[in-house]
């Protein structure tokens, strides 16, 4: 299933205009709002689009399948993502050597570049979140890192909350103060910094008074 999305993305991108919708000189979307723009920008050419991203998805239930508190299975996940990174970043660049003169623009499609989601992107993006879960499982089992549980537990129950909170109110926060595009690598760090710092005292807080985040106790009642 994961591979037929990734090779339903090439097809895509084959037949169909993956720059259309785009301003690119500002990366806004001007269609979104239209019928069209928004099925294309959903599906296909957006910065997420269910296509391939729905593989990732895929990917994240498999893994749930697994016995992640086996430290053999962290091990598996931290080399089989290494490897992962390795194979897409080397077939990337071997693929650019060879086929890239022949269009500029078929060396922008081979990377593993976020936009267009190519099954290399797909392929370095899996490896790296399989490396990260696996390193994360493996240093929560260590003493040490018990304090550091405690603090980042709540944030970590609440995700989805956090999540649309770092869009309605981090991004939008940014943008009224005009430092939302073209901010230094010191701005973003900052701006990220201090949502994280936020994040923490403020999940910590409500974890005291309630059991779930506010949106995870809305899912819980809409799903049951």
Not at 29 to 34: A, H, K
Not at 55 to 64: E, W
């Amino acid at each position: 299933m994961i591979l037929g999305l990734n090779v339903l993305a090439v097809i895509l991108l084959l037949t169909l205009d993956f720059e259309a919708g785009w301003d690119f000189a500002t990366y806004s979307y001007p269609e979104f709002w239209t019928p069209v723009g928004f099925v294309r920008n959903l599906f296909f050419n957006g910065w997420h689009p269910v296509v391939p991203w729905l593989g990732f998805l895929l990917l994240g239930v498999l893994l749930s399948r697994l016995p992640l508190d086996r430290p053999t299975v962290q091990g598996m996940l931290i080399a089989a993502g290494l490897t992962a990174i390795a194979l897409a970043e080397t077939a990337a660049a071997a693929l650019r050597a060879a086929f890239g003169h022949l269009d500029p623009e078929l060396a922008e499609v081979l990377t593993t570049g976020a936009v267009p989601a190519t099954p290399l992107y797909t392929l370095a993006g899996s490896g790296f979140a399989a490396c990260l879960i696996g390193a994360c499982l493996w240093l929560a089992d260590r003493p040490v890192m018990a304090p550091v549980l405690r603090l980042v537990t709540p944030a970590g129950r609440q995700a989805l909350t956090l999540y649309l909170a770092h869009i309605l109110v981090g991004m939008v926060t940014l943008d009224m103060l005009g430092l939302l595009g073209g901010q230094s690598i010191g701005t973003a760090l900052s701006a990220a910094g201090l949502f994280c710092m936020a994040s923490l005292v403020y999940a910590l807080a409500w974890s005291r008074r309630f059991k779930r985040g506010p949106v995870e106790g809305l899912m819980r009642r809409l799903a049951g």
